[in-house]
């Protein structure tokens, strides 16, 4: 009976935040961090490899039930960055009408972080078909 009272009710949409600042890994002391920037650098050998590996990552977990009839899956990320100033732009990963659940990654790295800045506000979107499931935004985003 107190079973029932534990099982929790699933956030539709997680986001989680990483900014890779730097390629050191050796310096870091917390074991997370260290396997979070080991695991973006995985296959980068050379430093302009690892140098185009350094900006900010969104790793979105979703779960949507199947609602029968109200088409593919959608997360779409709207972001501005430092020097383009109001500029909103847009990544979009889709994902089968079938799909219950997933994990999407956007990253902002290499050229467009080193020149266009860091991320300054965000908001991430899940849709089925035409209907918003859920919206996590930054506090800045407007």
């Known amino acids: ?24 890994t050796d310096t870091v002391q917390d074991p997370m961090i260290r396997g979070e ?6 296959g980068a050998v050379s430093m302009a490899e690892r140098t185009a590996r350094l900006g900010a990552y969104y790793t979105v977990v979703w779960n949507s039930p199947l609602e029968t009839g ?3 899956v959608e997360v779409l990320f709207e972001f501005q960055q430092g020097a383009t100033a109001s ?17 999407a990654e956007f990253a902002i790295i290499g050229n467009d972080y080193l020149k266009n800045g860091r991320v300054l506000a965000w908001k991430m979107t899940l849709r089925r078909g ?13």
């Open 87 to 103: 500029l909103v732009k847009r990544m979009v990963k889709r994902f089968p009408a079938t799909a219950t659940s997933g994990q």
């Open 70 to 72: 109200r088409g593919e």
């Open 37 to 42: 920037k080991q695991r973006h650098l995985r």
């Open 130 to 142: 035409d209907r918003v499931l859920a919206t996590r935004k930054s506090h800045l985003w407007q």
């Open 1 to 24: 009976m107190g079973l029932g009272a534990c099982a929790g009710h699933k956030d539709p949409l997680v986001v989680k935040q990483f900014k890779m600042l730097n390629e050191q």
